[in-house]
């Protein structure tokens, strides 16, 4: 029997030893904080993105030649 063979019947028994074990406010706690986690992991890959964007505006903006700036 592997994992993939639980089933329906099989994922509530495990949910409920679970929450037997570890009580409803620990679980909504920790699910709680792996929303918050996964909240400021797309918040991070957005910035990070708006980051590169950024940096290749800055760069097309600028399209004087090296020597015509010293020249300035």
Do not use: C, H
């Amino acid at each position: 029997m592997g994992i993939g063979n639980i089933g329906l019947p099989g994922l509530l028994l495990i949910a409920v030893v679970v929450l037997v074990l570890f009580g409803r406010g620990k679980i909504s706690a920790l699910m709680g904080e792996v929303g918050k986690g996964i909240t400021a992991f797309k918040k991070g890959v957005s910035e990070g993105g708006q980051e590169i964007e950024e940096q290749k505006s800055t760069a097309a903006k600028d399209v004087t030649p090296a020597e015509e700036k010293d020249k300035g």
